[in-house]
Nanobody, 124 residues
């Protein structure tokens, strides 16, 4: 079992930055892929970014490419999502997810473990 706890959400003005953290416990994540997803009110959950824990290479949705950066800290068993140049349309609950595979994917149903989510609100 893997437990995921997100933190770092909050209220920020458009153009601002936030860094989300996802602390994992239960297992080390060397053979996992990690993803960030978000869900805005009245909308379906959407893929934001993913990273292969072993390679450290990040993959991004087109809507966040160039603004968001996903990274991981092996020693802390933690994944981060650095969000810059935030826009009101980035407002959502952000979820961290872990997949028992090193292959990254943007499909939420392919992930095995989920955090409880953290709210990000971007004001205009």
């Amino acid at each position: 079992q893997v437990q995921l706890v997100e933190s770092g959400g909050g209220l920020v003005q458009a153009g601002g930055s936030l860094r989300l953290s996802c602390a994992a416990s239960g297992r080390t994540l060397g053979s996992y892929a990690m993803g960030w997803f978000r869900q805005a009110p009245g909308k379906e959950r959407e893929f934001v970014a993913a990273i292969s824990w072993s390679s450290g290479r990040g993959y991004y949705a087109d809507s966040v490419k160039g603004r968001f950066t996903i990274s991981r800290d092996n020693a802390k068993n933690t994944v981060y999502l650095q969000m810059n140049s935030l826009r009101p349309e980035d407002t959502a609950v952000y979820y961290c997810a872990a997949r028992s595979s090193q292959l990254v994917t943007g499909i939420g149903s392919e992930y095995d473990y989920w955090g409880q989510g953290t709210q990000v609100t971007v004001s205009s």
